[in-house]
């Protein structure tokens, strides 16, 4: 079955640095890949989204890498702030119009 | 505002008995969708619904139930409750992006549910 893995520890970072967040899968071969924000006790928040066939998205200042080959993709926020703390959850599709996530990775950006 | 509206928010209830969680969303989106999330377990899906009438299981849809009698609308029942099912639960709904052809999801703020 298909698996998507997030590191699960936190990330820690200094205000100001860029914050590089890790999506590895396997048994798939998604057409694209969702990047998504959860707060605590809050619902996801779509972030970006990335087809196959795009090996790079910006928005404003998320960065997102999807390299096939490798299976991955990187999430990257420049000039982290203390308010980009939070999880964030990559997501591929499984079937028609189903959404696979993986646990997430909880960022956390000091002053 | 566009939006997925659960309720209730909280609820604290026991063993067996019935409850129901509301999910209302106003963006006349076709696909609605039902999450529970679990410490190191992530989102998972219980069932979904890909239009009025239109409903089939996820990965953990035992204990729950669902109805799809109009679009707005997706309920999550739960017939007799058990610890096990103590839980964040997410509604979502979603379109298909024009092109991509992806499914992009809006959640619903969530319903914490405690079984005692």
């Known amino acids: 079955s298909q698996k998507i893995e997030q590191n699960s520890e936190a990330l820690n970072i200094q205000e100001g640095k860029t914050a590089t967040l890790t999506c590895n899968y396997t048994?798939?071969?998604?057409?694209?890949l969702q990047w998504y924000r959860q707060d605590p006790g809050r619902g996801p928040v779509f972030l970006l989204l990335?087809?196959?066939?795009?090996k790079e998205k910006r928005k404003e200042r998320l960065k997102v890498t999807f390299d096939t080959t490798l299976k991955q993709s990187l999430f990257h926020i420049t000039a982290s702030q203390p308010a980009d703390s939070a999880t964030y959850l990559c997501a591929l599709p499984w079937g028609f119009q189903k959404l696979v996530f993986g646990t997430g990775t909880r960022l956390l950006v000091s002053p | 505002e566009a939006q997925v509206t659960q309720n209730p928010r909280y609820l604290i209830t026991v063993t067996g008995k019935k409850l129901t969680v509301t999910c209302s969303q106003n963006m006349n989106h076709e696909y609605m969708s039902w999450y529970r999330q679990d410490p190191g377990l992530g989102l998972r899906q219980i069932y979904y619904?890909?239009?009025?009438?239109?409903?089939d299981k996820g990965d953990v849809p035992e204990g729950y139930k669902v109805s799809r009698k109009e679009k707005r609308n997706f309920p999550l029942i739960l017939e007799s409750p058990s610890p096990n099912q103590t839980s964040l639960y997410f509604c979502?709904?979603?379109?298909?992006?024009?092109?991509?052809?992806?499914?992009?999801?809006?959640f619903g703020a969530g319903s914490r549910l405690t079984v005692l």
């Open positions: 619904s890909m239009n009025v009438e239109v409903t």
């Open positions: 048994n798939y071969s998604p057409a694209y």
């Open positions: 990335i087809r196959e066939n795009e």
């Open positions: 979502a709904s979603s379109y298909r992006r024009q092109g991509s052809g992806a499914n992009v999801l809006t």
